[in-house]
Nanobody
Framework: EVQLVESGGGLVQAGGSLRLSCALS????????ISWFRQAPGKEREVVSC???????TYVDSVRGRFTISSENVKNRVSLEMNSLKPEDTAVYYC?????????????????WGQGTQVTVSS
């Protein structure tokens, strides 16, 4: 059974840091691209960062320089280190897996999703 389980969300003050983790099971990690998406109330789900096959990494402009995605293949885990957090980073954060290893900014192509973890940044 394929599972993606996010953890690490919480409440933090502006300027603070959080580390999200996505635990992967039931599939071969190297065959997939793993992305972090987020969705704020009333807004569309947007891609935050992605790590593809060959360790290609992408970030949305609004988080570049503040967020870092990394993978621990042996542990089947992908993390998102978030620094210098801003109130506009407040959202539910999801990890998602896309077979084939190519990163997409559109959420529709993704094959599997986690349940999400809430990140709230207070001003």
């Amino acid at each position: 059974e394929v599972q993606l389980v996010e953890s690490g969300g919480g409440l933090v003050q502006a300027g603070g840091s959080l580390r999200l983790s996505c635990a992967l099971s039931g599939f071969t990690f190297n065959d997939y691209a793993i992305s972090w998406f987020r969705q704020a109330p009333g807004k569309e789900r947007e891609v935050v960062s992605c790590i593809g096959s060959g360790d290609g990494i992408t970030y949305v402009d609004s988080v570049r320089g503040r967020f870092t995605i990394s993978s621990e293949n042996v542990k089947n885990r992908v993390s998102l280190e978030m620094n210098s957090l801003k109130p506009e980073d407040t959202a539910v954060y999801y990890c998602a897996a896309k077979w084939g290893g190519i990163c997409y900014s559109d959420p529709d192509p993704y094959d599997y999703w986690g349940q999400g973890t809430q990140v709230t940044v207070s001003s």
